[in-house]
């Protein structure tokens, strides 16, 4: 490490803590949710002393209307678009100069490589990496950067324990590894518990772009087997992702029949009136971060039925916020929801508990606070991360 990454830099307080946030901009994934959580978190908290920026990687498929819309509501955004990875660090390298942040957190794969690069060409002398998935697409070339950029790396964030982990074992020190689950705006579902149970529909909501990393493919022939079975619910599928990977979906559906019971939403946007509104929430997945998609389902109360995979197990307690059913098996997902869509007083049940423990363990404000308290311990100790952040971050 460089003595200036090394150093303790002063920051002038009359202007606070500049942190910038990027991001990819193709808002399909929990990454892009939890910066924005962040940076309106540090806006809203005059007592943090924070100046936020968000930075965001647009994509060519990146709705104008979101970037519209998140600037219309004050938050303070930047965009950089470009055809080669050489032109976002330089774009990204001159908003840093520009705005001259202490510290930069690059959420997401890869993201987190070309952010951290910018980062140390404009000499920002604070620099986080937060991984989001337990599973990326790491070539050995994409692993090679990240190795390279650990030296210049102040501190790791996994999303979940799992992630944490899975940093570990690629090879990213302990000491300046910290687990910071994902948490949720829980006011659109302070009173979700005061929706009967049994006055809602018995449908079915999955909450999650069309990608390889999620099996929409499993929930559909598990469906086909309730129709055998003589269940027929509605299954509402709410979320964007590419063609390639939703018209396989919409053939399979095609294929067994279920055009009456599925319904794709595309992009959603009243997902917490639509987890309201039904029974059961599903996140039939490969692998995970730690799914905001799936703490949405708990606080709304919604009976859940999940994928048994890291970011997931760790979450859900089988038998008691939910039911987890092996990835990838279309007969145990379709047994595990024969049983919450008979069993109303179960499912009912666990909704309660799994709407508790969100609002329990999953706020936003806990993970922004532990984010808070990361970049604060950073001015202390720069180059690791402090005992007391680590026992933050992890829950202690």
């Known amino acids: 490490m460089s003595d200036s990454m090394a150093s303790i830099n002063t920051v002038d307080t009359e202007r606070g803590i500049r942190v910038l946030h990027f991001v990819t901009g193709g808002f399909s994934g929990g990454a892009t949710q939890v910066a924005v959580q962040l940076v309106r978190a540090a806006l809203e908290d005059n007592e943090v002393g924070m100046e936020p920026l968000l930075v965001l990687n ?28 050489r032109g976002v660090i330089e774009q990204l ?30 000499g920002v002398p604070r620099i986080v990496h937060v991984e989001h998935n337990t599973r990326e697409r790491y070539t050995p070339r994409r692993l090679a950067q990240t190795l390279a950029l650990v030296p210049v790396t102040n501190a790791f964030v996994g999303v979940s324990q799992g992630v944490h982990d899975t940093l570990i074992q690629m090879g990213m020190p302990a000491d300046r590894t910290v687990a910071i689950p994902n948490g949720i705006d829980l006011t659109p579902f ?81 997902v917490p009136g639509l987890l309201k509104s039904n029974r059961i929430c599903v996140l039939s997945t490969h692998w995970e971060g730690m799914p905001l998609a799936l703490l949405e389902g708990m606080a709304a109360g919604n009976a859940v039925v999940a994928s048994y995979v890291p970011g997931v197990r760790e979450v859900i307690t089988n038998g008691v916020t939910g039911l987890l059913v092996a990835e ?24 309660v508990n799994a709407h508790h423990q969100a609002f329990r363990e999953h706020g936003r404000d806990r993970m922004t606070r532990r984010y808070s308290d990361l970049i604060t311990d950073l001015f202390i100790a720069p180059s690791k991360v402090s005992r007391k952040s680590r026992a933050r971050s992890n829950g202690r």
Not at 102 to 122: C, K, N, P, Y
């Open 58 to 85: 647009r994509k060519r498929r990146t709705p104008p209307g979101r970037i519209e819309e998140l600037q219309a509501q004050g938050v303070p955004l930047r965009t950089v678009q470009a055809w080669t990875h």
């Open 93 to 122: 390298v001159a908003i840093c100069r520009e705005f001259e942040p202490d510290v930069l957190v690059a959420h997401g794969f890869s993201e987190h490589i070309w952010g951290r690069m910018a980062a140390v060409q404009a």
């Open 190 to 270: 302070r009173r979700a518990l005061e929706i009967p149970f049994h006055e809602r529909e018995p449908g079915i909501v999955m909450v999650s772009r069309f990608s390889r990393q999620k099996d929409h493919d499993s929930l559909i022939r598990a469906l086909h087997l309730l129709k055998q079975r003589g269940l027929t619910p509605t299954v509402h599928l709410a979320g964007g992702g590419g063609d390639r990977h939703r018209r396989p979906i919409e053939r399979l559906v095609r294929k067994c029949g279920l055009q009456s019971q599925v319904i794709f939403h595309g992009i959603h946007r009243d």
């Open 328 to 351: 990838s098996d279309p007969h145990a997902l379709a047994d595990a929801l024969q049983e919450v869509l008979t069993d109303v007083p179960l499912a009912s049940q666990l909704g």
